[in-house]
């Protein structure tokens, strides 16, 4: 019968953290009346911004890391409904 505990234990672990990690994002997504992304990112490249590394929304912000010609790495925020780029 013990060899049954920790299989159980684990199986039931895996399906806990599965439920909490559905909650955890659930609330990572932008809101509906956001611009599209590709319309974001074509935002950051006509800024000269050819090289994107990383996109991620976080915070009700995308965060955008990307190259500068210079190869200097900035990280942008951007407002998901209006399209303004901050750094």
């Known amino acids: ?3 049954y505990v ?3 234990a684990i199986l039931a672990f895996a399906f806990a953290s599965n439920a909490a990690r559905a909650d955890w994002f659930s609330d990572e997504l ?7 992304l590709s319309q ?6 006509d800024k000269g911004l ?7 929304f976080d915070d009700g912000i995308w965060k955008i ?3 500068q010609t210079d190869g200097k790495e900035i990280t942008l925020k ?3 409904v209006t399209g303004e780029i901050r750094q």
Request: hydrophobic content about 40%; charged content about 35%.
């Open 6 to 8: 920790i299989p159980a």
């Open 40 to 45: 974001i990112i074509k935002a950051v490249e």
């Open 65 to 67: 890391e990307a190259h």
């Open 50 to 56: 050819k090289t994107i590394t990383e996109v991620e």
């Open 30 to 36: 932008p809101p509906e009346n956001a611009k599209p």
């Open 1 to 3: 019968m013990r060899k």
């Open 78 to 80: 951007v407002d998901p």
